[in-house]
Nanobody, 123 residues
Framework: QVQLVESGGGSVQAGGSLRLSCAAS????????MGWFRQAPREEREAVAT???????FYADSVKGRFTISKDNAKNTLYLQMNSLKPEDTAMYYC?????????????????WGQGTQVTVSS
């Protein structure tokens, strides 16, 4: 049974930091691209950051220089370090997996999703 379980969300003030984690199980982790997406109320789900099998990364322009995606293949865990958080970063954050190893920024192309973890940034 495939599971993606996010943790690490919470409420912080602007300028603060959070580290999200996503524990994966039930599939061959190394064969999948992994990504973080977010969705704010009344907004579409958008790609925040992705990481390919070979370690290549993608970041949305809005988070470049502030967020860092990484993964630990030995632990089947994906991370998102978020620094210098802004109120506009407030959203539900989702971990996702896409078979094939290389990533795209399109949510519809991902095969598995976690339940999400809420991030709220106050000004």
């Amino acid at each position: 049974q495939v599971q993606l379980v996010e943790s690490g969300g919470g409420s912080v003030q602007a300028g603060g930091s959070l580290r999200l984690s996503c524990a994966a199980s039930g599939f061959t982790y190394s064969s999948y691209c992994m990504g973080w997406f977010r969705q704010a109320p009344r907004e579409e789900r958008e790609a925040v950051a992705t990481i390919d099998n070979d370690g290549s990364t993608f970041y949305a322009d809005s988070v470049k220089g502030r967020f860092t995606i990484s993964k630990d293949n030995a632990k089947n865990t994906l991370y998102l370090q978020m620094n210098s958080l802004k109120p506009e970063d407030t959203a539900m954050y989702y971990c996702a997996a896409r078979y094939g190893g290389y990533c795209t920024p399109f949510a519809l192309e991902y095969d598995y999703w976690g339940q999400g973890t809420q991030v709220t940034v106050s000004s």
